[in-house]
């Protein structure tokens, strides 16, 4: 008996140091050295600081008006506690039969339609209106961004052909070439947009 115990003790011992330290320390190491920018969370820097991340949306709505704010792109609505708030990821759990969904997806589509000067009949495309099962996702479809791209350089004084340039420059595929769909990551390009073109104080 005491022989089998010691035997059960060395083992936790010896796998605790396997897969609770070796592992995780190797894994972190090879990690930081093929790619540190995602081992550390994919952030997204500005002077130094720490803006955000791609993995994670932002808020770019005023909360008083329910409208853009002005110069930036509009990310896919977020049902995750107050906004893209990562402690309570989740998505609303609404049907789309159900009246508060419809309701609120109708609301959003006339606020985007007026934003972006468009006729009340104009489609708009889904992810403008709904959120993701995570309530966090930080992109959009690039039918979305384009949507925006004509309301987006006449708030910034640039060419439309400008901001599509960057938009294609923030548009990642599908990956591995068959996975998902291709998409613009709101957040690094709303960024990008103050770096190349800054709003007027």
């Known amino acids: 008996m005491l022989k089998q115990l010691r035997t059960a003790v060395l083992l936790l011992v010896v796998l605790t140091v396997l897969t609770g330290l070796i592992y995780p320390v190797a894994m972190t190491g090879i990690a930081q050295v093929l790619m540190p920018g995602k081992a550390n969370g994919s952030l997204i820097h500005r002077d130094g600081a720490v803006v955000g991340s791609t993995l994670i949306g932002q808020s770019f709505i005023d909360p008083k008006t329910d409208r853009v704010l002005q110069g930036y792109f509009r990310g896919r609505p977020s049902a995750a506690g107050a906004g893209y708030d990562a402690s309570a990821s989740g998505g609303s759990n609404l049907g789309p039969t159900n009246k508060a969904l419809i309701d609120r997806v109708n609301a959003t589509a006339a606020i985007i339609r007026q934003e ?24 959009i479809s690039p039918a979305a961004a384009e949507l925006q791209v004509p309301r987006v350089a006449r708030q910034r004084g640039v060419s439309e052909a400008q901001v599509k340039a960057l938009v294609q420059k923030h548009t990642s595929g599908r990956t591995l070439w068959i996975f998902g769909e291709p998409r613009v990551n709101v957040l690094a390009l709303n960024q990008a947009l103050d770096q190349n073109f800054p709003l007027a104080r």
Request: proline share 12%.
């Open 116 to 139: 972006n000067g468009l006729t009340a009949s104009a489609p708009i495309p889904v992810d403008l209106v709904t959120a993701s099962g995570s309530g966090l996702d930080p992109d």
